[in-house]
């Protein structure tokens, strides 16, 4: 089995400092002195195609650009990334997301994946004109992949659901390869949209237990579905040559949140209605430093002042290439990973812990053509190649 590792595009912004932002809180402006211009985002997707990545996550909300039009423009930069489009159902008909989608992939050649956020903020949602509670956010997401799914397949769709309607509903052109779906939520209700929906189900950087107790109940729920679902997991990561780099990396991150900053994210994030979101905000228990490694090499800082994803892989190459390996036996096959500045942690990780990975068969170079093009040396010392 080869593990599949995906990279971010900062669309909201990048700096040597952490950006915050997401699930209600405001992009922070501290340290943003990177602005997501095409031409940046541009260089970290093309990093990322020459480093092995195989696809790249964009985020949505009010406080990034908007993932559908940054993707497309990125898409004409690169060759063979894909992108990882998180978009809201709901604030689209779910014909023309279709419709979207399948342009999309003829356009980009085939590199779409959909990461399906629900969304987990009623404030957020309404201001976007979605009064619905998020129980219902989320049953109108079950009907809104049914319509999509039977679209792509080439169905002509008639449904008169709780909250989606269409007639006569068809596609001109369906999508070749018809995009892959994406999902993550913690709640009761979202289990059961994954299990009858989606092909990848994404977890936030949870402790190794706390994983294997989503991915049993996930499993279990596609099996009563008659399916099964891959999985994936969200997390930061800071490694280096050696441990002790790796660490005082990220007690620089530490010492540049603002204790002001980080009380105000953490009073927005108290208020989020996302289960997830309430399990990342138990890692960190108020933010004391000493307790900020929540199992070995995972540290919770960044939730200090991030919404969502909170939780990064420090180390060492070979002791983050451990840590991947731990997530791995339990079942996670990709990895959806980020860094501040995105660029260069891009090259520290596919430079510094990929190579392990493939001297002990987990992972193999998607685009081999290109590794034996790219010559942009950067970590160093400890690649094992």
């Given amino acids: 089995m080869s593990l599949t590792f995906h990279w971010f595009l900062p669309t909201n912004g990048d700096s ?6 997401g699930h209600g809180t405001p992009a922070t402006a501290s340290g943003r002195d990177r602005p997501p211009t095409v031409a940046y985002l541009s260089q970290i997707a093309r990093a990322a195609e020459d480093l092995g990545f195989v696809g790249a996550l964009t985020p949505t909300g009010a406080w990034c650009e908007d993932a559908w ?3 497309a423009m990125v898409s004409q930069n690169t060759e063979r990334l894909k992108f990882l489009v998180a978009f809201r159902p709901g604030f689209v008909s779910p014909t023309l997301a279709a419709q979207m989608a399948s342009t999309f992939q003829r356009q980009s050649g085939g590199r779409l994946l959909l990461n399906v956020v629900t969304g987990g903020e009623s404030h957020e949602q309404r201001a976007y004109g979605d009064f619905l509670d998020k129980d219902a956010r989320y049953r109108r997401t079950g009907e809104f992949l049914q319509i999509v799914r039977e679209l792509w397949e080439g169905k002509t769709v008639d449904l008169h659901g709780e909250h989606l309607q269409v007639a006569d509903a068809t596609l001109a ?9 994406y999902f993550g939520g913690s709640s009761p209700i979202a289990g059961e949209i994954a299990a009858r929906h989606v092909d990848v189900y994404l977890t936030w950087g949870e402790p190794p237990a706390q994983v294997a107790e989503k991915i049993a109940w996930i499993r279990k729920l596609a099996a009563e ?44 994030l108290a208020r989020s209605e996302s289960a997830g979101q309430q399990r990342m905000l138990a890692l960190h228990d108020g933010g004391n430093r000493d307790g900020l490694e929540i199992h070995p090499n995972l540290w919770a800082g960044i939730g ?5 994803a909170g939780t990064a892989l ?9 840590r991947i390996k731990e997530y791995a036996a339990l079942g996670i096959e990709e990895f959806v990973l980020s860094g ?3 660029l260069e942690e891009a ?23 290109v590794a034996a093009a790219a010559q942009v040396p950067f970590a160093g010392a400890g690649n094992p190649r």
């Fill in 16 to 21: 040597r400092h952490v950006v915050g932002g």
């Fill in 69 to 71: 039009l940054t993707t």
């Fill in 173 to 181: 052109r369906v999508p070749d390869p018809v995009p892959e779906v």
């Fill in 225 to 268: 579905q008659g399916r099964t679902v891959r999985f994936g997991i969200r997390l930061h990561v800071i490694t280096r040559d050696s441990s002790e780099q790796a660490w005082a990396e990220a007690n620089r991150l530490l010492d540049g949140f603002d204790p002001e900053t980080v009380a105000s994210v953490q009073a927005g």
């Fill in 304 to 308: 200090l002042v991030r919404g969502g």
């Fill in 314 to 322: 420090v180390g060492s190459h070979d002791e983050v290439a451990e």
């Fill in 340 to 342: 501040y500045p995105h």
């Fill in 347 to 369: 090259y520290w990780f596919g430079e510094g812990v990929l190579p392990r990975l493939e001297a002990q068969g987990l992972w193999k170079h998607p685009f081999p053509q």
